[in-house]
Each structure stands twice: as C-alpha cells, then as structure tokens.
C-alpha cells in the first residue's frame, strides 16, 4: 500500500493529471458547442471517469502536502495555496451531490411555491412505494439509466428531443383514438388510449369503462364508437356545417369528420387504430423529448415511450402488471419552496431610444407564515434572492413583459465550502508574493526589482480652430447629436468613423475625413453610388463582375433590371442557423450589411438626429421618418432640413450651412432633457479625431523592433548595458504607455464603465497590462521592456482588424456590476504578464541559436536571467490568472445563481490555469527539468491563452456572447507562425546541446 502511495504522490503524476484534466476539459468545450451542453455533460463533465481522476488529483494533493512538508520548512503560505484546492474541489463534489435547481415561472398576480428542477427525473411507483432518480440524458451520448423498487425495474435508452407522438399499429397493442380538441379557437391533436383520461380545460375526456369522475366519455360497443356527456351533445359535420340532434341521456355514435360540440369544447374523431403503441417521430416544431422505457418484472418484460414537455412537470404514464398497479415518470420534477413568491409587477428598462434592455427586474411578495415574514423583495440581474439557503436570480422574462423566469438554486453547503477555498487561495497567492521564502521572491531576487511607477494624466491637446470656412462646416456637423442603431447618443463625428470602418474598413477615403465622406453620400448619393468604397470579398468580387477589393453601390445592381445581384445567397445565408454558416455565408452576409448601410446614409436614414418630444424612451427620428403628408410647420422643417443643408453647402453657401446645422443641435438640446453635455461631446469628438490606439502602434511597434536589435548586438558583442541606454528606452517607451493610458481613461468616461467589456475594448487593456509588465520587469534588462513594447503593438494591431468592432456600446444587463471592474481588470491583466513569459521564451531560443564559442558565457548568463524573470513573470500571471477566474465564478454566482456552470470561457480559464501550474511545477518533474523545457513550454502554453481569450470568445459558444464578434477561419499565417516556433525550438535544442555546461539547471 506504501508503494501504491508513493506511486500516486510523485510529482510525474501530478503533471500527468494537470494535462489529463486541462485535455478533458478542453474537448468538453468542444463536444458542448458540437453537439450541445447536457452532451458534454453526460461524457466529460459529469462522467464516472472524470470524477475517479478528481479523486486521484486530491489524493495526490494531499500526499505531497505532507511529502514537501511544507508547514515545517516555513512556506505556510504555500501550503495554503494548495490545500485551497482541496478546499475548492471539496465544494465542488458537494454541489455535485447534494445541490438541486430549478426554474420557477410567474406570472403577474400570480402566487406559487412550486418550481421545476433543472435535471430530468426517472420516477417508479409500485403499488404506493415510490423511487426517484435524478439523471442526465442527451440525444447523442448512450448512457442507460435505470431505477428498481421490489421486483420491478425500469430502465430508460435512446432519448430524443424535438418529437413528435405518432400512432403505430402494433398486435400487443390498445385501442387508441386520434381527436382534434379545440377550445377557444386553440387546436390540440390528441392520442387517447383505452382506459386513459384526459383533461381540457374544466372537462375530463376518458375513453374505456365508464368512468363516473369524466364528464365526457367514449367506449366501444361492437363495431362502433359512442359518446356522451354530462352535458348537451350538439353534432354537425364538418362539411355542411349543419345542426343535428343533441342527446344529454342517450349515447350517440362517434363517427370520423363530425364535430362534437359540448358547451365550449368541440371534438373531431380523426382517426381510430384497434390495436396500436405511440412512438416518437422526429418533427421540425417537435415540442416534446422522449425516452424508450424497458419494464421488467420477474415474469414481464414491457416496452412503452415516455413522453415529456420542458417547462412541464413530468409526464406519468400509469398501467398494471399481473397484480401490482405501477407508474412511471419521466421529466423535470415538481419541488417546493418552504414560502409563496407573488410577482407584484414586472419591469423592464430600456436604454433612452433604444429597444434594447438596459435592466430588468422583478417585484416580489415574499410569504412565509411558518415563520410569520411576509415583505416585498426585488429580484434583478446580479441582485439575487437569498432566503432560507435558497438562492432566486433574475433569468428570462416573457416576450409580453407581464411574466418572469427566476432560477431557484440550493447550494448553501456547497458555495460555503468552495467560497472558503477561494479565500484561502487568493490569501496563500497573496502572501506568496511577499513571504521572504517563496519562489516569487526568490526569482526577484535572483534577476529583478519590480518598478513602481508614478503616472500623471494630461489632456489631449485642442486642435486650433481651422480657418477654412468649409472644415468649420464639417467640425458644426460632426457635433450634432445623433442616435446610433442600439440607442447610444453620439456625435455625428462618431458615427461617421464608425460608418466608414464598418463600410470600407479604414478611416478615410481619398484624403477626406469621415464626417467629409458620410456629409458627401448624404447630400449628393448620385455620386458617391459609383465611388469604390465598399469592402469585399474576392468571391464576392465574382459573383458580382468586378476586380476590385473595393465595389461601388451600382455594382451590387444588374443595369439592366435593377436586380440585387446578392437576393438569392443572402435569403439562403439567413436561413442557415448561425452554426451551419460557412465562411461564404458569413461574408455575403457582412457584405450586404454594408450594401445597407451606405443605402441608409445615402436616403438619410442613418441619420436619426430628431429626438421625439417629451418621450426620453423613444426611438429619434431621420427626415426619411416624417412622411410627405405631414403638414405641420415643425415636420415639414424637420423633413426638409437635411436637403436644404445640402444644397445651401454645394451653393457655397457655408454660413447658412452652419446656421443650419447649429439649429438641429439646439432642437436637440430643447427637445431632449437627456441629452449628454456639450463637454462629453467635445470629449468624444476629440477622442474620436485622435484615433490614439491606432496611432501608438506603429510607435510601439517600431520602438520595440530598433531596441530588441540593439539589445540581441550588445548581447552577442558582450558589450554591457549603459545607464544612459537603459534611461533612453525607459523614457521613449513611456511615452506611448502614458497615451495608451490616457486613451482608456477617455474612452471610459465616454462610454460611462469600465473600458474592457467587449473584445476590442479588452485587446486594448491586454496591450496595456503587457507593457506594464515590461516596465515592472525592466530594471536589469531591456530586453524585457523592448520586447513588451513589440507585443503591445502586435496586440493593437490586432485589436484593429477587421473582426474587432471598435464602436462604444451599451453594456449588456449582465455587465452591470462592480464585479466587471475586478474580475475582468484581474483576468484579463494576467494575460499581459503571461505574453511577456512567452515573448522571453522566444527571445531565449534566439539566443540559445545564436550560441557560440566566443558568446556562451555571456549568452548563457543572459538565458539564465530571462528563464528567471520568465518565471517570475508567470507566476504573477498564473496567481492573477487564477484569481480572477474564481472572483468570476462570485461574480456568477450573484449574476446567474450558481458559482460555476462549466460556460466555455470559465472551462478554458481553468483548463489554462492546469496548463500553467503544469509548466510552473515541470522543475519538480525529472522528465521536464531544466531551463531549455520550462522556456519551451512557456512558448507553447500561451496557445491555452489564446483559446480562452480569442477562441471561445469568437468559435464556441456560451454566456460570454457579448464580448464575442466576428471572426474567420484561422488564417494560414496562424499555422505558419506555428511552426515557424517548432523550428526554432528544434534548432535552438540542436544549438544548446553543443554548449551545454555542466552548470546547475533551474
């Protein structure tokens, strides 16, 4: 047993678990967004085996906890941090086993304990016994469940969803009747089998013996069908329409096509089958999910289909067996709460003149007479319901807005255990990176000082006021308020820039500025229809006749018909679900959002700059909004203003121009209390002009390139550093951080939060926390700062391509929270620190190439100071890394109820923090020792970053849609990079098992 132990502790397995697990967790994100989640869940998440590996990982924990004795030798701060994921892992079982959740809907006025639990449950009633159990069934996984109570068992395979019931002749089979129910002008097809009822409304529909608790009845006789009822029988038949007799005491024949009237209700006999099963059959508006049910007893075996509706209790199918009377149950059971909720009222908030949800909430009345409480509670997005160790949360809400969806989770032992982890871990991280013996300090040590750094904000400089009367003409048209299409009020110069880049992808066009260019469509299109200003595809450059990169308005259009040459691909890309698009699709279907919005610029569409009086939430109005009948003074002048503009501007005419143009903005201000001040607008104008993120780039770009080639000449000539060279990158690289730095700062008190809620607005603070990280770790090498400033400019150079959408928008519901300010600044700054790691790691296999007989010593030194500053740098990034994934998983359990939910973007941050701490522990691994393996696996692991920041954001799919955009097939230059990397790994292994001394490894 010793053996077996120490076998499962040694530090080879652990590595071997943290890839095992980072794999498995990986593919799950993959089989989610392939198939979908309860399919992951049923062959990753939840799996046997997946939980037998958990189990090993917290035994090995445990035995290296006591194996480096860590306490004894004064690391306790180290030893925290470990035993927290015992801690964590330990919660994680709990919520495993013992937690339940549900769905609770209610609609206004009405009052309710009773919630449906989010799993599937397989009931067994025998006789009065009953036993339950709870399972987790997809469509595509081959999992068998089954549940046993005396002698009888049941088990359940091949589920499926979106069915439909269907009759089928079977020779074991009952009778069965196929009816047309219809009530209130709602028609249901229905099965009845013998001996079964129904309910419709306040009428019971039984079919078999007579049954004195249905009011309707239906049984056989011979050859023949009857009816009646406890009320008038009124038949006419389908064709004719025609009165016939009615019976309230005698039975009358039930015949196929005649309509059966009973008070509200009518019954139409569509179909008889003597001896038949129901089955499920797949059908395009199936509305229920079904399994094949095996009963067996000791003499018996039967199969029947459970049928269930999500959102319904389960369904129960009833029937005997020899002696013994058996239900069984499948679906989503019925629990209760241990106090009433009232949903008093339901509100939804709007952002002003925009249809999309700024916020929505519920109004609640909550009774509990056990304990005599009874007060009115609102429930919201990230403002949950805590009560009695029950948790509601704000979900979904009726597309009528008079009803609300709340999930219900109990989980109180669970979130305890795992919230205690977390603690203990964030405290063991902390304190690690201060505790005189930790490998933090002892890395710093060895290499680095960190730098604090002052940082003083400045404003942008103004302009001078130009002196041609015609840009004083486009400065008064770029302040005019006007509505974006999701509602933000912005200045024209904004959405001209947006108008352009979303158009053509650039920001200018032929020497003139964007307010220039969209003034131009909008006040002579006639024109500007044959300029080649809409970017395209080279498929669709074919399919529309041109050679160009860039098509005209008329191009899209046969000149002889008029005909929209993309109609017919458009139509089909639409009809395609998102996930079945290929990369054709996608591009038509960008490009035709381009076709429309140059048309929405050129018909002045796209100009909503008129407010509607008195009405904050209403959708402001183009000139194309006011009809020609309009006839009062104030709407022929709205609808006419934008011509008189245009003509009265190419008349030369500029005073009245700005005349004009002044007058709209102070309509604006009369008409619209809300408006932003004319500071923001100033502010955002300016911000909009100065373009700072794509001007700094090539700054950064340039800078790092000239000091990363000085720095690799003074490396391989063994000329040292001077002060004054050191002093000289510090200072010029500042520069452009301090920009970057005012530049977010900016676009935060635009936007009004944090600037990191979207992909571009997160690639620009990943930039940034780079170069802070080359700035702390520069002290005694500028390598690291040049390189920093290499990878922050490669950084926004992506943040400006084509799929990042650079527009400043409204923050989603679920953003709302200060958790935005700590869990994104933490998680995503980890990543600056970790691209550093990487970037060292390349520039050490440069110089591991570059070994030679005349160099090694000094370049060996060099190599040793990077792989600890590497590693230094790591680890601050794992620790952020890591600390911003779980006060994610606090932010989510306020947001959404639950801690941790398996969503893609938490799966690969903790798939990523298994890859690091993998890395980060190789030292202690015989087989991965050595500073030349930790350097390559630094390179190589970044490849988890860009999965978790990049590709769940742009190809898989979750709850972190709204920092997602548009994105590609991963391009060839991706795939070359790559391997570009492993040659030069290869290559520099070559080279540094030649010069290998014999000196200690790190």
Not at 206 to 216: A, L, T, V
Not at 904 to 911: A, H
Request: aromatic share 12%; proline share 3%; glycine share 6%.
């Amino acid at each position: 047993m010793k053996a077996v132990f120490k076998a499962i502790g040694s530090t080879t397995i652990t590595g071997f678990l943290f890839i095992i697990i980072a794999m498995a967790l990986g593919m799950a994100t993959i089989v989610e967004t392939l198939y979908d989640t309860t399919t992951a869940q049923v062959w990753i998440y939840s799996a046997t085996w997946l939980e037998v590996i958990y189990l090993i990982f917290s035994i090995n924990l445990v035995i290296n906890l006591f194996r480096f004795k860590l306490l004894k030798n004064g690391k306790i701060t180290l030893w925290l941090f470990h035993f927290s994921f015992l801690l964590i892992l330990l919660g994680g079982a709990v919520t495993r086993y013992l937690s339940h959740e549900g769905m609770l809907h209610l609609r206004e006025g009405e009052n309710t304990n009773r919630y449906l639990s989010s799993d599937n449950t397989l009931t067994l009633t025998v006789n009065e016994d009953t036993e339950q159990k709870r399972v987790k069934l997809s469509p595509y996984a081959i999992d068998h469940h089954s549940v046993s109570l005396e002698d009888v068992e049941v088990s359940i395979s091949n589920y499926q969803t979106g069915v439909e019931k269907s009759l089928k002749s079977s020779p074991d089979g009952k009778a069965f009747l196929k009816l047309t129910v219809i009530q209130n002008f709602h028609s249901e097809a229905i099965l009845l089998g013998e001996g079964e009822t129904i309910t419709i409304g306040n009428q019971k529909i039984s079919f078999g013996p007579s049954s004195e608790m249905s009011s309707i009845r239906i049984q056989k006789r011979k050859n023949e069908l009857l009816i009646d009822s406890d009320s008038a029988v009124i038949v006419r038949t389908m064709s004719s329409e025609q009165m016939g007799g009615n019976s309230v005491v005698h039975k009358l024949p039930l015949v196929a096509k005649q309509v059966y009237q009973i008070e509200d209700l009518q019954i139409i006999l569509m179909g008889y089958e003597p001896h038949g099963c129901i089955v499920a059959k797949r059908a395009k508006n199936g509305m229920y999910s079904s399994v094949e049910a095996t009963i067996t007893t000791a003499r018996i075996r039967k199969k029947v289909t459970l049928f269930n509706i999500t959102g319904l209790p389960l369904s129960e199918e009833h029937f005997t067996l020899g002696n013994q009377m058996i239900m069984m149950g499948f679906g989503q059971k019925e629990l209760t709460l241990p106090f009433q909720l009232k949903l008093k009222d339901f509100i939804l908030e709007r952002y002003n003149g925009s249809n999309s949800p700024a916020a929505y909430r519920s109004m609640i009345e909550l009774d509990d007479t056990k304990d005599s409480i009874h007060k009115e509670v609102e429930i919201s997005m990230n403002n949950t319901l805590h009560y009695k160790r029950y948790r509601l949360y704000q979900t979904s809400y009726d597309q009528d807005e008079r009803g609300t969806i709340l999930t219900v989770n109990n989980d109180y032992w669970g979130t305890l255990i795992t919230y205690l982890g977390y603690f203990v871990m964030i405290a063991g991280m902390v304190l690690a990176l201060f505790a005189p013996k930790s490998r933090f300090q002892k890395l710093l040590k060895r290499s680095i000082a960190p730098i604090l750094l002052l940082l003083s904000m400045t404003g942008l400089p103004h302009s001078s006021k130009a002196s041609n009367t015609k840009e004083e003409v486009m400065n008064d048209f770029g302040k005019v308020w006007v509505q974006s299409h999701d509602g933000r009020i912005k200045p024209i110069s904004t959405l001209s820039n947006d108008f352009l880049r979303k158009v053509m992808w650039k920001t200018s066009f032929k020497g003139k500025q964007p307010e220039e260019v969209l003034f131009g469509i909008m006040s002579n299109p006639q024109d500007w229809e044959n300029e080649n200003i809409i970017k395209i595809t080279p498929y669709v450059a074919e399919l529309i006749h041109v050679d160009k990169k860039y098509a005209s308005y008329h191009d899209f259009f046969d000149s002889q018909t008029g005909r929209y040459k993309l109609i017919g691909l458009v139509n089909r890309a639409y009809q395609k679900a998102p996930n079945q698009r290929h990369q054709k699709d996608k591009d038509i279907i960008k490009i035709d959002e381009r076709v429309n919005i140059f048309h929405l610029a050129s018909t002045q569409a796209l100009l909503k700059t008129f407010p509607v009086k008195d009405t904050p939430l209403a959708l402001w109005n183009a000139p194309t909004d006011f009809t020609k009948e309009a006839t009062s003074p104030e709407q022929m002048f709205l609808r006419g203003i934008w011509n008189l503009i245009s003509r009265e501007y190419h008349s030369n005419h500029y005073d009245k121009v700005s005349y004009y143009l002044n007058a709209i903005h102070t309509y604006q201000q009369t008409n619209y209390k809300a408006l932003p001040s004319e500071k923001m607008n100033k502010l955002e104008r300016s911000y909009t002009k100065a373009n700072i993120f794509l001007k700094i780039f090539p700054l950064y770009l340039s800078l790092g390139v000239v000091f990363l080639f000085v720095c690799f000449i003074k490396i391989l000539q063994n000329r040292p550093y001077t002060r004054r060279f050191e002093i000289t990158i510090f200072v010029l690289l500042l520069l452009p951080f301090l920009l970057h730095t005012i530049g977010m700062v900016l676009r935060g008190i635009i936007s009004g939060h944090m600037p990191w809620s979207n992909g571009y607005e997160s690639m620009i603070y990943v930039a940034w926390s780079m170069m802070l990280a080359g700035l702390i770790f520069a002290r005694k090498n500028p390598i690291i700062i040049s390189g920093a400033s290499f990878l922050t400019g490669i950084t926004l150079f992506v943040a400006h391509l084509s799929w990042m959408n650079p527009e400043i928008t409204f923050l989603v519901p679920v953003l709302k929270s200060h958790w935005l300010t700590f869990h994104v600044a933490i998680i995503t700054a980890s990543y600056g620190f970790i691209g550093i790691s990487m970037f060292i790691g390349i520039v050490n296999m440069v110089l591991s190439m570059l070994l030679s007989t005349t160099n090694r010593e000094r370049v060996d030194l060099t190599i040793k100071q990077l792989t600890d500053i590497n590693e230094a740098s790591m680890i601050l990034g794992l620790y952020l890394l890591t600390i911003g994934t779980f006060l994610g998983g606090i932010w989510a359990n306020e947001a959404w109820g639950r801690y941790w939910g398996w969503d893609p973007k938490e799966t690969w941050s903790l798939v990523t923090i298994f890859v690091y701490s993998f890395v980060t522990h190789m030292r202690l691994i015989p087989l991965f020792k050595g500073g030349f393996a930790f350097n390559v696996a630094s390179i190589f692991s970044f490849s988890s970053i860009l999965m978790t920041y990049l590709g769940v954001n742009y190809y898989l799919t979750g709850l972190h849609s709204y920092g997602s955009g548009e994105a590609g097939n991963i391009s060839y230059y991706s795939l070359l990079g790559v391997l570009f990397l492993i040659v030069l790994c290869i290559m520099a292994h070559r080279k540094y098992r030649k010069f290998q001394t014999n000196s200690q490894e790190i």
